[in-house]
């Protein structure tokens, strides 16, 4: 395989204290990359650089792990903007418009919804995702669920069987059925092409006792948890997700004292969705006291046609700076190495030897700049997997 050497890189965000200024960002200045086939093989100083093949000049810009989206809702038809433009106008969100997602992704075709999927990856790879979960979750039906999965796992490893996110209509009076349904027949047609498990324990959706029944039974069939938690108000989601050994908590926009102390102390992430308090204009997360407690916080865009139409994680890094109460360099490694943790991968979200080759070149000196510049399209190349793929 040929060598290519990334040089004349300002500053070089690597993840890891060891190779850097001692920070968890790991900065080093004035720096080069080394790539073969689609692994990092060296990170250091430009002078100290080892010959290449090829070589490539970053102009003196900055360079960051490609993002990690750990948190997404991608396999869906239809559009939702007069949801939107009633609740800038006043009305508050609530799970309920999730129906109107469902009907329009049930009507799609598989091509159709493949081509949504892929419409948006590109959208998200062009920002510097170079990697994404999603899941299903608009179907609802024991088929319609089964083949979202197989249309996500056309287009990432990272798949969520989300059957638990709300009671399908057609069991509108009979949630218990529906739960039975989601942890048997339905379970069993999806587990095939997931590898997480996920449910929406929340009010208006599935409370403590239904949502443990899921993630058991899915447990059971060898899919790893993660939790739908405490974003419309407080509730069990995130004991239930320590507790599970979930790999992530998602949303943890209201927590108790006894919420954090149990996300400091256990190896479930913090996954905070700014994008989601933007669009519903809702409470923000209070990521200082999830730092504070000792919790292990990321970044991600939940991007979905509902509560969060985007799929920018740059604009999540500025809203979780500017909103949040993160800094940037805390914003920059959770939506890195933070999403990472969340998906429990240690081979992305890092600019290390033996990592996979995901890197994404800015046009700035700095990755400040991503919160120091609102909405500029700052990232200039994206490699992933030691391809120049943007």
């Given at each position: 395989?040929?060598?290519?050497?990334v040089?004349?890189?300002?500053?070089?965000v690597?993840?890891?204290?060891?190779?850097?200024?001692?920070?968890?960002?790991?900065?080093?200045?004035?720096?080069?990359?080394?790539?073969?086939?689609?692994?990092?093989?060296?990170?250091?100083?430009?002078?100290?650089?080892?010959?290449?093949?090829?070589?490539?000049?970053?102009?003196?810009?900055?360079?960051?792990?490609?993002?990690?989206?750990?948190?997404?809702?991608?396999?869906?038809a239809?559009?939702?903007?007069?949801?939107f433009?009633a609740?800038?106008?006043?009305?508050?969100?609530?799970?309920?418009?999730?129906?109107?997602?469902v009907?329009?992704?049930?009507?799609?075709?598989?091509?159709?919804?493949?081509?949504?999927?892929?419409?948006?990856?590109?959208?998200?790879?062009?920002?510097?995702?170079?990697?994404?979960e999603?899941?299903?979750?608009?179907?609802?039906?024991?088929?319609?669920?089964?083949?979202?999965?197989?249309?996500?796992?056309?287009?990432?490893?990272?798949?969520?069987?989300?059957?638990?996110?709300?009671?399908?209509?057609?069991?509108?009076?009979?949630?218990?059925?529906?739960?039975?349904?989601?942890?048997?027949?339905?379970?069993?047609?999806?587990?095939?092409?997931?590898?997480?498990?996920?449910?929406?324990?929340?009010?208006?959706?599935?409370?403590?006792?239904?949502a443990?029944?899921?993630?058991?039974?899915?447990?059971?069939?060898?899919?790893?948890?993660?939790?739908?938690?405490?974003?419309?108000?407080?509730?069990?989601?995130?004991?239930?997700?320590?507790?599970?050994?979930?790999?992530?908590?998602?949303?943890?926009?209201?927590?108790?004292?006894?919420?954090?102390?149990?996300?400091?102390?256990?190896?479930?992430?913090?996954?905070?969705?700014?994008?989601?308090?933007?669009?519903?204009?809702?409470?923000?997360?209070?990521?200082?006291?999830?730092?504070?407690?000792?919790?292990?916080?990321?970044?991600?865009?939940?991007?979905?046609?509902?509560?969060?139409?985007?799929?920018?994680?740059?604009?999540?890094?500025a809203?979780?700076?500017?909103?949040?109460?993160?800094?940037?360099?805390?914003?920059?490694?959770?939506?890195?190495?933070?999403?990472?943790?969340?998906?429990?991968?240690?081979?992305?979200?890092?600019?290390?030897?033996?990592?996979?080759?995901?890197?994404?070149?800015?046009?700035a000196?700095?990755?400040?700049h991503?919160?120091?510049?609102?909405?500029?399209?700052?990232?200039?190349?994206?490699?992933?997997?030691?391809?120049?793929?943007?």
């Amino acid at each position: 395989m040929t060598t290519t050497a990334v040089t004349n890189i300002a500053s070089l965000v690597t993840n890891d204290p060891s190779l850097g200024d001692g920070t968890p960002l790991g900065l080093i200045q004035d720096a080069a990359v080394v790539i073969e086939g689609d692994r990092i093989v060296w990170t250091g100083e430009a002078g100290k650089a080892p010959a290449t093949d090829n070589a490539v000049d970053a102009g003196g810009r900055a360079m960051i792990p490609g993002f990690v989206d750990s948190h997404s809702h991608l396999v869906f038809a239809g559009d939702r903007t007069h949801e939107f433009n009633a609740r800038m106008s006043g009305r508050p969100y609530s799970a309920g418009g999730i129906r109107t997602t469902v009907s329009a992704t049930r009507a799609a075709s598989d091509d159709e919804l493949s081509a949504n999927v892929a419409r948006y990856l590109a959208e998200a790879l062009r920002q510097g995702t170079t990697t994404f979960e999603t899941k299903s979750g608009y179907g609802l039906t024991v088929e319609d669920e089964a083949r979202a999965l197989r249309v996500a796992s056309r287009h990432t490893d990272e798949v969520t069987f989300l059957g638990a996110h709300i009671v399908g209509p057609e069991y509108a009076d009979d949630p218990a059925g529906y739960v039975d349904l989601v942890t048997g027949p339905m379970l069993d047609a999806c587990a095939p092409y997931a590898r997480w498990i996920d449910v929406f324990c929340e009010k208006g959706a599935f409370d403590g006792d239904q949502a443990r029944a899921v993630l058991i039974a899915g447990k059971a069939r060898g899919l790893h948890p993660r939790v739908h938690a405490n974003q419309l108000g407080h509730g069990p989601g995130v004991q239930l997700a320590v507790e599970l050994d979930a790999a992530s908590a998602d949303h943890c926009t209201h927590l108790t004292d006894a919420d954090l102390d149990a996300l400091g102390q256990g190896d479930t992430v913090a996954t905070l969705l700014p994008g989601a308090e933007f669009s519903t204009r809702a409470t923000w997360p209070d990521a200082r006291r999830l730092l504070g407690a000792g919790a292990t916080v990321a970044l991600s865009t939940d991007c979905n046609p509902g509560s969060s139409f985007t799929s920018s994680m740059p604009f999540c890094i500025a809203l979780a700076v500017r909103d949040m109460g993160m800094t940037p360099d805390e914003a920059l490694w959770s939506a890195t190495a933070g999403g990472a943790a969340a998906l429990r991968r240690g081979d992305i979200g890092r600019i290390t030897p033996g990592a996979r080759a995901d890197l994404v070149l800015l046009d700035a000196p700095s990755h400040v700049h991503l919160a120091y510049r609102p909405g500029v399209p700052l990232v200039s190349k994206v490699w992933r997997r030691g391809e120049q793929v943007a």
